[in-house]
């Protein structure tokens, strides 16, 4: 059982991306799309020609479009599996700047808040074809992740598709920035209506720009009051956040890949720029526990969760590493407060019946066991924990029956 405890922190701590994956899924894959995403180039100054990314990122605000191509230059070719990748970035600057115009003559025949957010969506999607990469759920794809490949091969995912927004749109002379909501990112849009009374919206750029306000997000994504005040959802980002982002998700990318150590050092440089990215704090959590860094990891749930008190997936992390640590009560307190934010989750109770198997109590843990198949009946780790179960209980007939259930030869 004591591998099967493991295995279920892993499945329910695994590293979240910024890659459009939220709190709210199920089964045995809970956040795993990797560890827990901005100006356009008409913003910046012209002194930002000069500069490397480093000397950029020194700045809240930047040639953001200039950024970007810097951050794909620098890192895309460790998995493009070639020596270097050397973009042309004054050319491209000027293709964008072509774009931006495009953009901006557009605009001009608008006379609404609402014709100019159609405007928008419209020539993200239609004129340059960006779309949603449904087939890399887990944000593990590099081209997703790089501007200049989302560009060219039509597909990303929510952070880099706001990235076009936000380089366009702001270039275009919009008032759009970038926001972040639990394992998700998202387009800001304000403007004026034409009574004189403001308008606001957010773009959900994973669904071609469709349009919906801040209760749907606090729905789906039930974080807390708290986070928004400690600037960590739904805030405007400045530049060296959104790259922050980037690099929380680069992090995820190079775990993925097999290197702790310097996801370690990506989730630390996210953190430098965007301190407040209780994500981060989570992946980096997540990655140091596997290394065996359990005071780290500690330290950095704890910091994520008083960024944001409804970060769940938080809570049972910590509630793992309290319990190897012989922190039983400590561990149920954290495991209970994970079940009450989201009763829905089966790790959560496949947890608690790691948990009380261990303390040896069949009864309860089959009960906890029994709950995970109620919520989903094809979590094939609780037939298997269901299976070690009964046979210690000498009820071997229904230990076989788990046993098939989870696809075991017998």
Known sequence: MRKLLLLAVVLVSAVVVTGCASQTRSGDSIGRTLPAATNGSSRASTDDIELSLEQMLEKD????????????????PEFAGVSNHNIDIDARLKRFDTYTTQLRDALRRDNSPRQRVRTLVDFIHIKLGLRFDGRDQRGENPDNLFFDRVLQNRYGYCVTLSLAYLVFGQGAGLDVTGVRFPGHFAVLYKDTDTNGTPYETILETTDFGDTRDEVYYWSEYRFSATSVE???????????????????????????????????????RALELAPNNAEALYNRAIVESGIEEDRDALKDLNEAIRLDPNFTLAFIARSGLLWSAGERDAAFADLAEAKRKRPEWPQTWMLEGMFQFEQGDLDAARTSFSRV???????????????????KAGNDAEARKHEAAAGVNQ
């Open 230 to 268: 400690n600037g960590v959802y739904l805030t405007p980002m400045t530049d060296k956040e959104i790259v922050g982002t980037l690099y929380n998700n680069l992090a995820g990318i190079t775990y993925a890949g097999g290197d702790s150590n310097l996801a370690i050092q990506r989730y630390t």
């Open 61 to 76: 605000d930047f040639n953001l479009a200039r950024a970007l191509l810097l951050f794909s230059e620098e890192y895309y």
């Open 373 to 391: 198949l109620d919520l989903d009946p094809e979590y094939s780790s609780a037939h298997l924990a269901l299976a070690e179960l009964e046979y």
